[in-house]
């Protein structure tokens, strides 16, 4: 995956990870240059089909503050694909960054935008680099979900409506 290294500058920069887990024989690639600026981050790569293997099967170790995941999923089925981002999302990372090629640049395995955001990731960007179009799809649980405007406390209660409609 010939992506430019600076992509995921700006996202990095404002987590600020003492711990990235690069997933794919991509993903490294895509972080080492803010590891190397920044010391004290611990860079920890699965880049083979067997150590990504181990890192879905083993028990959690621990729980990294970055995960990323770029030029694994489209090599794979997408049930495969599917219990890495799961396992990445629910218990490695705190903060999720998914790299595919669009369907269009893709290989045999193609990830459509509903297979990915079903994960709940959200559509960061597309970037473009060496004439193949990349999607970018992110996770934090902090801003995962938008408290629905229906889940406030004014629409709780109407006690100018009691008696007047059944409940």
Request: aromatic share 10%; charged share 25%; glycine share 8%.
């Amino acid at each position: 995956m010939p992506m430019r290294k600076d992509v995921l500058n700006p996202r990095l920069l404002a987590f600020a990870p003492r711990s990235i887990l690069a997933v794919g024989e991509s993903a490294g690639g895509l972080v080492a240059g803010y590891c190397a600026r920044h010391p004290g981050c611990e860079l920890v790569r699965a880049g083979s089909p067997e150590a990504i293997a181990a890192l879905v099967s083993a028990p959690a170790a621990r729980r990294y503050d970055f995960g990323i995941t770029a030029g694994y999923l489209e090599t794979v089925d997408k049930e495969t694909g599917g219990v890495l981002i799961a396992r990445l999302r629910d218990i490695l990372v705190r903060r999720l960054c998914v790299v595919v090629p669009d369907a269009g640049s893709a290989g045999e395995e193609s990830w459509t935008d509903a297979d990915i955001t079903a994960f709940g990731l959200s559509f960061l960007e597309r970037v473009q680099d060496a004439n193949v179009d990349y999607r970018i799809y992110g996770f934090d649980i902090a801003s995962y979900k938008k408290t629905p405007d229906w889940l406030n406390p004014r629409h709780w209660a109407h006690p100018e409506r009691w008696n007047k409609e059944r409940w």
